[in-house]
């Protein structure tokens, strides 16, 4: 699943809506999207996966063995350090210099990504310098779709084109459905205890 991607598809969204004809599939999808990309920004992330490896980079804003990191879905392929601080990323570091958190993070029931990269005493390296490059390649987000978060998407969805109880009137904009439907911020607001990125 493509970063993207919608997280829910229209068979999914009419099997909940109790609809058979899959003719408004398309506009269904568009909608399904719509919502998939409003998520994305209450929460603030994403939780689809990358396709493939993608390589990112950061730079720490504090001396110490911890990084923090965007979501990332599954170990690494490589982790390399611009130590010398002149744009090349020399040392490289071996799966067993770090460890990442949180610990078991993919063995919940409900699998979440990886967070932070923490040094171990094995690491060439002995601490993550402020402002010295990191170069992380591995696919970023998460390893699925929380099932809250599927169907979240739905309903807000059906919300959005009438095709439920909860929906009172037509609002031609997203954010003003969610605005004025009590159901939606209810929604959106129990996501938002357990899956938002709260910044400090």
Do not use: C
């Amino acid at each position: 699943m493509s970063i993207s991607a919608a997280y829910a598809s229209p068979a999914e969204y009419r099997r909940v809506v109790g609809m058979t004809d899959a003719g408004l599939d398309t506009d269904i999808a568009s909608d399904l999207a719509a919502v998939s990309r409003y998520l994305d920004g209450e929460m603030r992330r994403f939780f689809t996966r990358d396709a493939a490896p993608v390589v990112r980079i950061f730079v720490p804003v504090h001396n110490g063995k911890n990084l923090s990191l965007n979501d990332m879905s599954g170990p690494p392929s490589l982790v390399r350090m611009d130590t010398a601080g002149n744009g090349t990323f020399a040392t490289t570091l071996a799966a067993a210099d770090y460890i990442l958190l949180p610990l078991n993070a993919l063995l919940d029931p409900e699998p979440w990504p990886f967070t932070s990269i923490q040094l171990t005493e094995l690491s060439p390296v002995g601490a993550f310098a402020v402002n010295q490059r990191v170069e992380i390649t591995a696919r970023w987000g998460w390893p699925a779709v929380p099932e809250a978060i599927r169907r979240a998407t739905i309903h807000i969805t059906a919300i959005l084109r009438l095709e439920t109880p909860r929906a009172t009137k037509r609002v031609a904009e997203l954010g003003d459905t969610v605005e004025t439907s009590p159901q939606a911020q209810n929604i959106v607001r129990q996501l938002t205890n357990q899956y938002k990125v709260w910044l400090v």
